[in-house]
Antibody, heavy 116, light 112 residues
């Protein structure tokens, strides 16, 4: 059973860069696509981007200028960096595995608040 | 504004049947991309409910079923139970800019 766990700060200041890591256990990251999503309080799901284990990335066009997703196969984890934060980036951030274009395993999510 | 369109809310009494629609366009559902459905209970991560338009993962009751035709898809829930009260999201891919993931805005199911 694949398990994913997000880690990172819960509070970040405006204009700063958010850094989150997703650690994968119960399976190897050296396969499939690995993705980040977010959900603002009371709102729907938004896809941020995904990375193949080889390092190839695809980002949501609306966030592309601010997003970097990377993978470290030696540590079996992948990471998200989101720059130039504003209050609109306050959300529950999820990491997940994508298999055949569906999301079959999700992390529990981590709440990130952007505030000074 | 979500790429896929869902009704904001639906409701039904226990035991009844409800359906949730998901409408796309020629660059996503109409382009042949599969639709997948997720159930999100309050305070939890989404859970894959239906994949590949109509397939259920192991452990999902057969009260849940999905279908797709052209640019539209639907999720049906029969024998409604109180535990089904949740948010439901459809998801697919879109080729209009690049191969990216798209969601519906979500539908809140209330069991009366």
């Amino acid at each position: 059973q694949v398990r994913l766990q997000e880690s990172g700060p819960g509070l970040v200041k405006p204009s700063e860069t958010l850094s989150l890591t997703c650690t994968v256990s119960g399976g190897s990251i050296s396969n499939d696509y690995w993705s980040w999503f977010r959900q603002p309080p009371g709102k729907g799901l938004e896809w941020i981007g995904y990375i193949y284990y080889s390092g190839t990335t695809t980002y949501n066009p609306s966030l592309k200028s601010r997003v970097t997703i990377s993978v470290d196969t030696s540590k079996n984890h992948f990471s998200l960096k989101l720059s130039s934060l504003t209050a609109a980036d306050t959300a529950l951030y999820f990491c997940a595995r994508m298999y055949n274009r569906r999301i079959d395993y999700w992390g529990q999510g981590t709440l990130v608040t952007v505030s000074s | 504004q979500s790429v896929l369109t869902q009704p904001p809310s639906v409701s039904g009494a226990p035991g009844q049947r409800v359906t949730i629609s998901c409408t796309g366009s020629s660059s996503n559902l109409g382009a042949g991309y599969d639709v997948h459905w997720y159930q999100q209970l309050p305070g939890t991560a989404p859970k894959l409910l239906i994949y590949g338009n109509s397939n259920r993962p192991s452990g999902v009751p057969d009260r849940f079923s999905g279908s797709k035709s052209g640019t539209s898809a639907s999720l049906a829930i029969t024998g409604l139970q109180g535990e089904d009260e949740a948010d439901y999201y459809c998801q697919s891919y879109d080729s209009s800019l690049s191969d990216f993931v798209v969601f519906g805005g979500g539908t809140k199911l209330t069991v009366l």
